[in-house]
Nanobody, 119 residues
Framework: VQLVESGGDWVQPGGSLRLSCAASGFTFSSYDMSWYRQAPGKERVLVARIISAGGSTNYADSMKGRFTISRDIAKNTVYLQMNSLKPEDTAVYYC?????????????WGQGTQVTVSS
C-alpha cells in the first residue's frame, strides 16, 4: 500500500496550491479519502474528506469555501485544491485512506507534503 503526496510548496498569502495523493495497493474506490494537516507543535487535524460511496465531501470549518477535495477514481488519485491561502495554513499535509470492513478499520497514511504560506 502506498499513498504518495505531491504539490506542497511555498506560496504567498492569498495564493493557491493543488495537492495530489496517488494511491496504490488497495481498492481506492472502496476507501474514504481524507486530507489532514499538522502544524509545528500542534496535533494532526482533519482538513477534508471525500466519502467512498457517492463522493460526498466534508470540511473543517476553517477550510470551507477555500479548499476543495476531489478524486479521480480512474487515476486512483485524490486532490486538495487550496485557494486564498493564509499563513495559518502552513503545515505538513497528509493523505489518509480509511475503511471499515467487517468490524475492522483499515487506515493508511502518506508521508506528507509541506505547505508554507508566507510573504
Amino acid at each position: 500500500v502506498q499513498l504518495v503526496e505531491s504539490g506542497g510548496d511555498w506560496v504567498q498569502p492569498g495564493g493557491s496550491l493543488r495537492l495530489s495523493c496517488a494511491a496504490s495497493g488497495f481498492t481506492f474506490s472502496s476507501y474514504d479519502m481524507s486530507w489532514y494537516r499538522q502544524a509545528p507543535g500542534k496535533e494532526r487535524v482533519l482538513v477534508a474528506r471525500i466519502i467512498s460511496a457517492g463522493g460526498s465531501t466534508n470540511y473543517a470549518d476553517s477550510m470551507k469555501g477555500r479548499f476543495t477535495i476531489s478524486r479521480d477514481i480512474a487515476k486512483n488519485t485524490v486532490y486538495l485544491q487550496m485557494n486564498s491561502l493564509k499563513p495559518e495554513d502552513t503545515a505538513v499535509y497528509y493523505c489518509n485512506a480509511a475503511r471499515l470492513r467487517l468490524g475492522k478499520k483499515y487506515t493508511y497514511w502518506g508521508q506528507g507534503t509541506q505547505v508554507t504560506v508566507s510573504s
